[in-house]
């Protein structure tokens, strides 16, 4: 049985008393998106079952990575498409998450439109994206749409999205207007003075461009000794997240001499940002989180205003800034209209609107069959590939059953069960032992 969450939530009344919500998450970062969202959609429900699932896979979070998320919640269960499938079948659940990357999310909707073919009573859908939508805006909405809730984390997406699923002739009504989950925390008051650079797993890639950023950062602490200056790592060697990060910084850090006031750290997020006074990053979503509680908040151009960095989705924010000016002592200061454009500064609750619309869907008789825009009509060559990564290419009442079926369940678990090992364990003192 997956984990459950029991929670009574205090707060405006709803139509309905309680609800059974269910996450899957694919990664780290998006156990966070999908446990909090889920939180945000109960509240005012005086009675919620909130269960966790994790979608077995590259990335599939350690227990230490969901410890450092800043979540409440026991250990989620490890499941395959087709289990979660077969779990949601039975659930019964109000709410299903699908706190997974495009294909993923594709694939369980097409899925689940087999479960449900045609008018009937079924889990309103949501999804989203976790954090600044800056590449593969058309291709990540295409994949998330049949969902009946496609959250838009600022009033700048919710027109992008909306423009998007309009252009190719979709149904755009699922576009809602939310905000990523986790702004929060204590406003910033001037007493920290950290500077912590925010690294992200990809972003830049080339071993030149991270060395960089760290020798520039190493730099800093020694210009500023009074100062505490903070490498905020994302994971440990070995570890994966949401994006493949084949060139860790612990690892480029040990070629430098660093002073006395210069650290790594690991966390959760928030709790770093408690202490700090700068935050300096190339593009992570841990700038959305800074700026919101006021903290003055840097993003890097030395490698270029460039769409791969994704530096470029904050242009006019007032936050573009370099290292020298850093040094120098500049702190940015944010356009209060970018904030309020980007979803980053709001006035009342930006989930109203989000759980009126589910509370207007679960107050139907039934819901419309699960529909996506891609079929094997529109995409006749791209999406039986997404479904056969996720072994969706067949109802998963299809699937053989007695001792075939569970000999191959039993290698299939051997073999990821290995795979993980592989990468979480063995890779890393390989590639230690390659450096001695």
Known sequence: ???????????????????RVAVIADS???????????????EGCADAELHGFLLRGRATPTARQLSEVGVEWGQPREVTGAEFLTAVERGPY?????????????????????????????????????????????????????????????????????????????????VTRAALPFLGGTPHTGAADAVVFAAQPSVPERRADRAYLLRRLVQHARLHP??????????????HTTHIEELPYQRLVRDLDTPANFRLAYGHMGEVLDRTGLLVTVSSTAALESLHRGIPTAIL??????????????LGSGCLTSWDAL???????????????????????????????IDALLARPVLPPVSPYYSTAT???????????????????AEATGVRRVVREAVREAARGAYRHGVQRVAPVIRRMGEL
């Open 28 to 42: 780290d970062t998006r156990w966070k998106w999908g446990a909090l969202t889920a939180r945000r959609i109960a």
């Open 327 to 357: 040094d120098a002592g500049q702190r940015p200061q944010a356009s209060q209209e970018w904030l309020r454009e980007h979803g980053v500064s709001a006035h009342g609750d930006p989930y109203d609107a989000v759980r009126e619309r």
């Open 226 to 239: 009074g100062r505490e200056v903070v490498l905020k790592l994302r994971s440990k060697p070995g570890e």
């Open 379 to 397: 995409a006749t060559g791209y999406l039986p590939g997404i479904l056969a990564r996720h072994r969706l290419d067949e109802t998963p009442r």
């Open 301 to 314: 151009t030395d490698l270029g205003v460039r769409e791969p960095l994704g530096n470029h989705h904050f």
């Open 94 to 174: 109000d709410v299903v998450v699908l706190a997974l990357v495009g294909g993923s999310v594709q694939a369980l909707l097409h899925g689940m439109a087999r479960l449900w073919p045609g008018h009937e009573r079924r889990p309103v859908l949501v999804t989203g994206y976790v954090g600044v939508v800056y590449e593969k805006l058309a291709d990540g909405l295409l994949l998330r749409h049949g969902a009946d809730v496609v959250l838009a984390n600022s009033p700048y997406d919710e027109r992008r999205f909306t423009q998007v699923y309009e252009g190719v002739g979709a149904d755009a009504s699922a």
């Open 1 to 19: 049985m997956p984990t459950v969450t029991r929670t009574t939530f205090t707060g405006t009344a709803r139509a309905r008393n309680s609800l």
